[in-house]
């Protein structure tokens, strides 16, 4: 009989394990993100203040990856503050964000242009999907 109350306890052991190993991993990913928060904040205003060699496209991908890395530490901070889950949107925001990087990086092919603004427009749809479902889902 015991054996059995120690073998119903085993999925909530297992669990509570992988949430302590998965919250110290996104604890140390945060760091890390920090981290390079840090050094393309730096870059960007060493940039900005040495405007004899500014270089538009450059400055525009170091703010898109600013707002990447901000955008992953905010997910991680979400994470945290919903009880242990990703909220979808968060996501969307990230691809989004991702995708203008890429336009503003590889802007050389036009249809390549194309297809990452379709994707940009698929993720924006999206989101006003999982929008419109959370506030239905409020009511």
Known sequence: M???QQL?????????ILKIVLSSALIALAFVLIIALVKITYSLAMMVLNTSTIVPYNVAEQAVMFFL???FIGLIVQYFK???HFPLRYFIYA???AM???IIVNHESSVDTLL??????IMVIALCLVLY????RNI
């Open 69 to 71: 890395y901000f955008g």
């Open 116 to 121: 990452f603004a379709c994707a940009i427009l």
């Open 100 to 102: 203008l990087r890429l």
């Open 82 to 84: 919903s009880g242990y």
């Open 133 to 136: 479902s959370n506030k239905l």
């Open 95 to 97: 691809g989004i964000t």
């Open 2 to 4: 015991e054996e059995s």
């Open 8 to 16: 119903e306890k085993l999925p909530q052991v297992v669990t509570g």
